[in-house]
């Protein structure tokens, strides 16, 4: 019922989300390209950049939807920031170990580098990007909602 009640405010949170999401996940996306094995060409790296930005902030989105539907609410972040943000946090992990796995050894759609740090063959670095990437945002959506809500 919640969603239907409040459906212009939810957008709101939910298109503040993604963007938030936009911005911080482009940079980690650049500065972790150095881990992946990919051609040289600057327009394929490009194109690497924005595709998996533009996933990471759909899943990043659909997350930050299904902690609004747990917690009952829309400003989780500034309610229960970290009742709402560890369940959301886990999701973003878990759901990243299974993609990485899945896209590198099974579809073999990328390729780590030598210098990728792994853990049980899974890199760290998209491991550590929805670790931190998304508790940054918490910290950043609490203190920001909390003083103005968003438009």
Known sequence: MFILKTLPQSASFAF???????????VWEIGQLQFYQLPSD????????LHCTLGDVLIST??????AALMRSWDWPVRVPWRGGIPMVTAGVVYTGFSEWHNV???AHWTYAPTMPLIAGIG???LLQWL???SLMV?????RWARQRPI
């Open 16 to 26: 503040n989300w993604a963007g938030l999401a936009l911005v911080l996940h482009v």
């Open 42 to 49: 600057l327009g394929f790296r490009v194109y690497a950049v």
């Open 62 to 67: 659909s997350a930050f939807l299904g902690t």
């Open 105 to 107: 050894y099974h579809m």
């Open 124 to 126: 760290l670095t998209p």
């Open 132 to 134: 931190l990437v998304p």
């Open 139 to 143: 910290v950043i959506a609490h203190y």
